[in-house]
């Protein structure tokens, strides 16, 4: 729940073509343009997207934050009413009301694909706006943030391998990937690849092919030597078994008083924010700050010595990676906020 107002803007309009409420909220631009990604899933209700966009958009000024990016947090929600089918009609002109909200924000919001959307998406939005990141290589972007999303839970992975097992290899280890998503399926793959027994979990067991599967419903809770959460959030409470928790979904835990219980657990839970970077720094460092591919993905590589430095911070201050996650978001804001 959203407890007090801390967001700098947020509009939620009805969307003129689709009738499909749009939100656009901005938490913090203390950094620089508020920078975060277009979710299109179904919602029960406009309230649900709502309350989605700005748990979203706060968790994207922390991503960014501790990216040590010079960008604030968004977050663009089109929340399709659970009611309705979502055709292809409906879905064009809902992004189409969407492209025409972002451009209302004139570049203080700047806007790249989440669940629901990709690089083909960008590109008709740049129709609207400018201010779209991720179009495709054919259209001068820089394409999906997915193989870097994924690259960044490798590094962070490693990290917590090394912290949980001692050893940075994940071969012999049993993994849970939960969402087999564009960023979960190819997380799947290449952990398979490199010797770890997968098993998988997605409500379209279609996607799951190929792989040992479990129910979603079961999924958080396996015996497993590690879990990776990377469905929608708010999924991780505290009874989860496997010893190690990281992945690229937003908003992993059901609230963040799990941190502690999962610590008191024996759990190692690698903060959400700081896992899930690989797409933004990629894409912000190329299209925004005009690095070439090896250096945007060298920076993306930088996640792993962050989880070993707020795991390590953890352990030795008692606390839980979460508060040192949160600790390190605060110095970036308040420091480079002065800049
Ligand atoms: N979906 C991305 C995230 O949650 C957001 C994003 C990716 C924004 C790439 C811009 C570019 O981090």
Known sequence: MVESWEHEEVVTRLGRRSGVPVTVAVHSRRLGPAAGGIRLRQYPTWQDGLTDALRLAKGMTYKNAAAGLP????????????????T????ADALADAGELIASF?????????????????????????????????H?????SSGPTARGVLAALRAGLAAVFGSTSVS???VVVVGMGSVGSLLARELSAQGASVVVADVDPAQCAGYEQVPV?????VAADVLVPAAVGGVIGPRVRAPLVVGPANNQLVSDDVAAALRDAGV????????????????LSREASGLDREAALARVETIEETVATVLASASTSGTTPLAEALKLAEQRLDTLALT
């Open 71 to 86: 960008f604030g947090g968004g977050k663009t929600v089109i929340a399709v009413p659970s009611s309705v089918s979502l």
């Open 88 to 91: 292809p009609t409906l879905r």
């Open 106 to 138: 004139n570049g203080t919001y700047l806007a790249g694909p989440d669940i629901g959307t990709g690089p083909d998406d960008m590109v008709y939005l740049r129709s609207f706006t400018d201010h779209v990141f991720c179009l495709p290589e054919s």
């Open 140 to 144: 001068g972007g820089t394409g999906s």
């Open 172 to 174: 012999g280890r049993r």
């Open 217 to 221: 419903a079961a999924a958080y809770s």
């Open 268 to 283: 190692v839970w690698v903060p959400d924010f700081v896992a899930s970077a690989g797409g933004v720094i990629y894409t």
